[in-house]
C-alpha cells in the first residue's frame, strides 16, 4: 500500500495546481476575449456612426458638407501667397463632395476622340454617333486642338465663366474679370461698350448656330470660337465656317435650327474648336440628373451652355469662378441680360431645360466652395 499511497500523494498536489493552472487560463482567456469583443462591438458601432453620418443624395454629391479639405490640402493651400493659383483646388474641392469625380478629360475633341467610348455611344448632343466622317474633316482643317501654347503650358489656371444675366449690369467686375487666365464667353453676348462690367478679355466663346454673333464686327479679335453641338445639323454648320464655304439656307433660314443662324465665322480654322460632348452628357445625366432618354434628346434633358462650360472648366481648370449666373425671379423687372431691357418676367419654362435642377446642382458647388461666384447670384 505504501507505493500507492506514495503515488497519490504525488497526484494530488499535481491535479490541484493543474486544476488551479487550467482554471486561471480559463479565467484569462474568457477576460480577453470579452474585452476583444467589446472592442469589437465598439469599433463597429463608431464605423456605424460614421456611415450614417456620411449620405450621399441620388447624384452622389455628398449631403452637408462643411466643405473642408483634408488638412494636408489645407496646410498646401494655405502656404501660398494671396492670390496665388492654387493648383489642383477645384479638383480637390469637387472630389470632397463628390468622391466619383476623375478630372481628366480634354476641353476640345482631337484626332483621339473615337478611343472616348462614353462619347461614342450616343448622337449629338451626348456623343458623335454618326458623325464621325464630318468631325474627322473639321478636325484635319482646323489643326489645332488645344487652348494656345502659353495657356497649356501653365502649371496652374485660373478660369472664369461669364454668364449673361442681368445681374453682372453696374457692377464694375470688368478689371477683376480680366485678372483671370482664361475667360470664356458664352453664345453672343457682347462685350464692346460693356467692358466696365463683364471686362474685354475673351480666350474663347462657346456657342451653336443659332447662338452665334451674326455681326461679324462684334468678334473679338484673338479669342477662340468654340462650337457646342447639340444636333448634327450644327457639325454641317460648323464645316461650312471653317471652310469659309456658302452656307445654303432656305429662304425661312431655319434647315435643321429653330432660328436663323450665323453665315460666316470670323475666324481662321486653326482658331475653331468643336466642345468634347462629354461635358454635356456629365452635366446633364451624372451632375444634374436629368432624363436619360436613351440618349436622345427630350424635354427638360438639355443643360444649359453655361453649366456646360463649368462642367468643362471643372475638368480642365485648377481654380473656377463664374459671373452673371442666378435669376431672381422675386425681381420681375430687373433686368434679363445685362445687355438688353428684356426683363425678368420674360421668361417662359422651356422645353429643354430644367432651370430649377441646374440651380440645385450649382447651389451645392458654390456652397461647398467648389466655384466662386462673383456676382452671388447662384445662392439668391
Partial sequence: MKPTRNVMLVLCPMLVLGFLYYSSGRLHLCYWGQRSQVDMDSSSSVGRLIAASIVFDKQGFLIKSDGKLPLELQYKYGNLSKGECKPGYSEAKMTSIYPRFVRPASMFLDKTYKRLSKISLYPPPFGIKSQEKIIDLILGQTKNYGLAADLDSMSCKRCIIIGNGGILFNKSMGSKIDEYDVVIRLNGAPVSGYEKDVGSKTTMRITYPEG?????????????????????????????????????????????????????????????????????????????????????????????????????????????????????????????????????????????????????????????????????????
Avoid at 480642365?316 to 434679363?336: I, R, T, W
Avoid at 445687355?339 to 458654390?366: C, G, P, Q
Wanted: proline share 5%.
Fill in 212 to 380: 452665334a454673333i451674326q455681326k461679324l464686327e462684334l468678334y473679338e479679335k484673338g479669342s477662340l470660337f468654340v462650337l457646342s453641338a447639340f444636333k448634327p445639323p450644327d457639325f454641317k454648320w460648323l464645316r461650312h465656317m471653317v471652310f469659309k464655304e456658302k452656307l445654303q439656307v432656305s429662304r425661312r433660314g431655319t434647315d435643321g435650327f429653330w432660328k436663323s443662324v450665323a453665315r460666316a465665322v470670323p475666324r481662321e480654322a486653326a482658331d475653331i474648336r468643336i466642345l468634347n460632348p462629354y461635358f454635356i452628357q456629365e452635366a446633364a445625366f451624372q451632375f444634374i440628373g436629368l432624363p436619360h432618354n436613351n440618349g436622345l434628346m427630350g424635354r427638360g434633358n438639355i443643360p444649359t451652355l453655361g453649366t456646360v462650360a463649368i462642367t468643362m472648366a471643372l475638368h480642365n481648370c485648377d481654380e473656377v469662378a463664374v459671373a452673371g449666373f442666378g435669376y431672381d425671379m422675386s425681381k420681375p423687372h430687373a433686368p434679363l441680360h445685362y445687355y438688353e431691357k428684356l426683363k425678368m418676367s420674360a421668361i417662359k419654362d422651356s422645353w429643354t431645360h430644367n432651370i430649377l435642377k441646374e440651380k440645385e446642382f450649382l447651389r451645392k458647388l458654390v456652397m461647398a466652395g467648389v466655384i466662386q461666384d462673383l456676382t452671388n447670384g447662384i445662392l439668391h
